[in-house]
């Protein structure tokens, strides 16, 4: 057991000696290109935290495998490996969080604006008798949660082994788990357009109904704040920033036909 212990330390100290530590420097903005000042940036292994500065540069210690999170109000969080940032002159873009509305509750989207103003002056009688009754709702994901490197190898330090911990991390579970949750966040939100949204929607605007979770697919990855108005329950921004990419979607089918 102490040989077992003594080799976990050495190989805790090898990951995170500060001999092998880089300083990781770049510059974060918005959208628009606008340099972003006071931005929090995480060492999250080390707890280490900076700001940027005004023209919204900034520089930090991290090791290869150290996530580098950046967090500032009003914005969406990001974060990187710092392997990523190994001699590279970074450039963060930060996405701006759409506001929180409540969500009306349209059967389906169809492009006809008699037919979409009726159904969203519909009352939604299921929401009315659950304020009214007062239910909890579950809030967030009953998920189990992926092991981390920072808590399972520095509890070692003060003689405290997790031992789950330890075989998701070696046995690539935990590298699953957060693979598998990114996977089904996507096919939530993609579900969550396809309820809300007539397939004419989409068809008519030259998008085959088998690639139309294909294109809404493709509109996350290329608009990435497209899904921030999807957990905003925000449909109308939602689709206006989809609208933009029909027609790169159809350019990209139709070439790939020729």
């Avoid at 990951?15 to 918005?30: E, N, R, V």
């Avoid at 009726?118 to 909890?136: C, F, S």
């Amino acid at each position: 057991m102490e040989k077992l212990r003594f080799l976990i330390i050495l190989l805790f100290t090898v990951l995170f000696s500060p001999a092998f530590s880089q300083i990781i420097k770049g510059k974060i903005t918005d959208e628009e290109g606008i340099d972003l000042p006071a931005v929090a940036v995480i060492n999250m292994s080390t707890d280490e935290k900076v700001s940027t500065l005004a023209d919204g540069t900034f520089s930090i210690a991290a090791l290869h495998d150290d996530e580098i999170r950046f967090v500032k109000t009003g914005y969406e969080r990001a974060s990187i490996k710092a392997s990523h940032g190994v001699g590279k002159f970074l450039l963060i873009r930060l996405i701006r969080v759409a506001r929180d509305i409540e969500e009306v509750k349209v059967t389906k989207i169809t492009g006809d604006l008699n037919k979409d103003a009726k159904a969203a002056a519909r009352t939604d009688q299921r929401k009315m008798v659950q304020d009214a009754v007062g239910l909890p709702q579950p809030v967030g994901k009953m998920r189990e949660k992926p092991a981390e490197v920072k808590e399972v190898l520095v509890p070692i330090i003060l003689g405290q082994l997790n031992v789950q911990g330890m075989y998701d991390l070696i046995s690539g579970k935990a590298r699953r788990q957060k693979r598998q949750y990114r996977y089904d966040d996507l096919q939530e939100d993609i579900a969550w357009i396809r309820n809300r949204v007539d397939d004419e929607y989409f068809t008519k605007e030259g998008i085959p109904e088998e690639r139309i979770s294909e294109f809404i697919g493709f509109s996350f990855l290329t608009r990435p704040q497209t899904r921030t108005f999807v957990r905003a329950k925000n449909l109308a921004g939602a689709l206006s920033r989809m609208d933009g990419m029909i027609k790169v979607f159809t350019t990209r089918l139709n070439e790939s036909k020729r």
